[in-house]
C-alpha cells in the first residue's frame, strides 16, 4: 500500500502540482478504497493505472483529497452553545475590557456556509440586545475557487435543510432552485485566501494582527498527517486572543484534546487553549523537517 500511495503522491504532483504527502494515510486509503469501488476495478494498482491514463481521474482524485463539503449550522450542538453560552460570555467580556468589535476567524470556510452561519447568529444577537457591539469575520480558505463561492453565497435550496423557516425567511432570497445570501450577512466579513500551512503567517494578512475572539477550523484536521496537525494547531494558537475559544469539527475533538486545548462544554467541539500551552505559545513552535506546500 505505502508504494502504491508514494506514486499516487508523485503522479498527483507531477500531474497536478498537488502536494498529498501531507494528508494522513487512512483517508487516503479511504478515498482511494471509495474511487475504486466506483469504477469497479479490482485494486489499488488496476486503479493506479486507470488514473495514470486519465486526466480527469486525476483531477476528480485531487478534488476528493481536498473535500470542501460544507454545511449551514453544521454541528448543532456547537452551534447552539456558540449561542448560548459562547457569544453571551464574549459580549460580557467585550463590556468588561472597554472594546466594542468581535473578531472571528473562519479558517477553512469552503464555500461560505460557515460564515454566514456564524453572521446570523451575531445579527440575530444584535436585533435583541440593547449592548451595542461590531463584529468583524475573517473568512479564508486556501481554494481560490472555495473563496468566490464564499463571496457569491449562493446555493442549492437542500442547503436549507437544517434552517427554521424563521431563519430562512429572514436571511435568504429564494430565487427558484437556488438560494442566495441577505447582504447585509456580508458587509462585516472579509474573504481572502490563506493557507494554513503557510511557512511564516500564522493569521491572514488581512486581519492585520490575530487576536481572534474565535477560530473556527472545523472539518479539515482530521486529513492532515499529525505534524501539520500540531502546525495547524500552533498557528491557530498564536492567532487567539488570550481567553479566545477554537471551534473545529466533532469528529476532530480527540485530535484537539491530544494538542494542548481544553474542550469546554463536553462533545461542543468548542475549545480554550490550556495554561501550559498559553505560556509557550509566543515561543517558536518546533517545526522540524515538516515539508510544506511547493
Ligand atoms: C470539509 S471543508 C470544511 C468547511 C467548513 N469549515 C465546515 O466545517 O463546514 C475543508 C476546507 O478546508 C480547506 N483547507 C484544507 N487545507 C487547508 C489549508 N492548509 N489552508 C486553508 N484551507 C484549507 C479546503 O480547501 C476546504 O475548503
Redesign the pocket.
Known amino acids: 500500500m505505502k508504494n502504491f500511495l508514494d506514486q499516487i503522491h508523485t503522479t498527483l504532483y507531477e500531474k497536478l502540482g498537488f502536494k498529498t504527502n501531507v494528508f494522513d494515510d487512512a483517508f487516503i486509503e479511504k478515498v482511494l478504497l471509495d474511487r475504486i469501488q466506483f469504477h469497479s476495478v479490482l485494486n489499488l494498482e488496476e486503479y493506479f493505472q486507470l488514473l495514470l491514463k486519465s486526466k480527469d481521474e486525476a483531477s476528480i482524485l485531487n478534488e476528493k483529497l481536498?473535500?470542501?463539503?460544507?454545511?449551514f449550522f453544521?454541528d448543532t450542538l456547537t452551534f447552539s452553545v456558540l449561542e448560548s453560552i459562547v457569544l453571551p460570555a464574549i459580549l460580557i467580556r467585550l463590556k468588561s475590557q472597554n472594546r466594542k468589535e468581535i473578531r472571528i476567524w473562519?479558517?477553512?470556510?469552503?464555500s461560505g456556509?460557515?460564515v454566514y452561519s456564524i453572521a446570523i447568529l451575531l445579527e440575530e444577537i444584535k436585533r435583541n440586545t440593547t449592548a451595542p457591539f461590531t463584529y468583524r469575520i475573517f473568512a479564508?480558505?486556501?481554494?481560490n475557487i472555495?473563496i468566490k463561492k464564499a463571496i457569491e453565497g449562493k446555493y442549492h435550496i437542500s442547503a436549507l435543510n437544517k434552517m427554521s423557516l424563521k431563519r430562512v425567511n429572514d436571511w435568504f432570497i429564494i430565487d427558484g432552485e437556488m438560494v442566495s445570501m441577505k447582504q447585509e450577512l456580508k458587509k462585516n466579513v472579509e474573504f481572502s485566501v490563506?493557507?494554513?500551512?503557510h511557512p511564516s503567517l500564522s493569521s491572514p494578512p488581512v486581519s492585520i494582527f490575530g487576536d481572534f475572539d474565535i477560530v473556527?477550523c472545523?472539518?479539515?484536521l482530521f486529513y492532515y498527517k499529525d505534524e501539520f496537525r500540531k502546525l495547524?494547531l500552533s498557528k491557530v494558537s498564536k492567532s487567539l486572543a488570550s481567553d479566545g475559544y477554537l471551534i473545529t469539527?466533532e469528529t476532530e475533538r480527540e485530535i484537539v484534546r491530544r494538542n494542548n486545548f481544553i474542550e469546554l462544554f463536553p462533545r461542543s467541539a468548542i475549545f480554550k487553549m490550556n495554561s501550559t500551552y498559553f505560556k509557550m505559545r509566543n515561543e517558536n513552535f518546533d517545526e522540524g523537517n515538516i515539508q510544506y506546500r511547493a
Open positions: 481536498l473535500n470542501s463539503h460544507s454545511e453544521r473562519s479558517a477553512a470556510c469552503a456556509q460557515e479564508t480558505d486556501q481554494s472555495q490563506f493557507d494554513l500551512l473556527f472545523a472539518n479539515l495547524i469539527g
